[in-house]
């Protein structure tokens, strides 16, 4: 059965150039444009996708430089604010856990109650009642309630927090930079390597430029 870089060869003739750049779609460095179709054209130079990266920075920043203003009371303000959020967000899990438990507690009561049809089933009561106290030991626990801290603390984990997150997606922002960079340089040894066999109706810039003067204006 051929795969999608061999079903030109299945049913026809396909050149060595055409094989080996529709193979190129495999490799890392082209990794950037795995989901385009396999007879999709190449890009001539790839680009470095950092949008998300830079929206959060500008995002984190912006905190960063709020949380560094703040005053003593805009502290305190921010700190229970964070603290409601946190025990809302706590409420709301303890609610599904509790139902959690009470689903798995209904399900072991039907267990306990059945009687097996034969004595060879008896092993499957067993391990249905073995899976559930599994699952509630596992499962429904919805931890401690959180807890307020102090203005001065929050005020510096939050300071910290973005400190930390702005390196991170600074050195993001690098790193695929970097790897942009490499990606072009192989697909230019690749190139010169291995000529970009021309599909189909498709001109070079010289010949459309050429074909325009011919026209006219």
Known sequence: MPTGYTERLYDGEQTFEEYVWRCARM??????????????????????DVSYEQERLSEISARLEAACSWTPVEAAHEAQLAYERLHASWAAHCTAVE????????????????????????????????QLRSSITADCHA??????????????????????????????????????????????????????????????????????GELGP
């Not at 490799?27 to 470095?48: K, Q, T, Y």
């Not at 004595?119 to 499957?124: T, V």
């Not at 309630?145 to 600074?170: F, G, N």
């Not at 970009?196 to 074909?211: D, F, G, K, M, Y």
Request: glycine share 2%.
């Open 99 to 130: 139902a959690r438990k009470q689903r798995y507690l209904k399900m072991l009561r039907q267990v306990v109650d059945w009687k097996p049809p034969t004595p060879e089933h008896e092993g499957l009561k067993v391990a249905m009642v073995q």
């Open 27 to 48: 490799m890392g460095p082209l990794f950037s444009i795995r989901d385009a179709r396999l007879d999709s054209p190449i890009p001539d130079v790839l680009e470095c």
């Open 143 to 212: 931890g401690p309630a959180p807890t307020m801290v102090p203005s001065q603390e929050y005020r510096d984990t939050v300071i910290k927090r973005a400190l930390s997150d702005i390196e991170y997606y600074s050195e993001n922002i690098q790193k695929a930079k970097n790897r942009t960079a490499e990606s072009n340089e192989w697909l230019d040894a690749l190139r010169e390597a291995v000529p970009v066999p021309r599909r189909e109706n498709e001109s070079s810039a010289e010949e459309q430029q050429a074909l325009v």
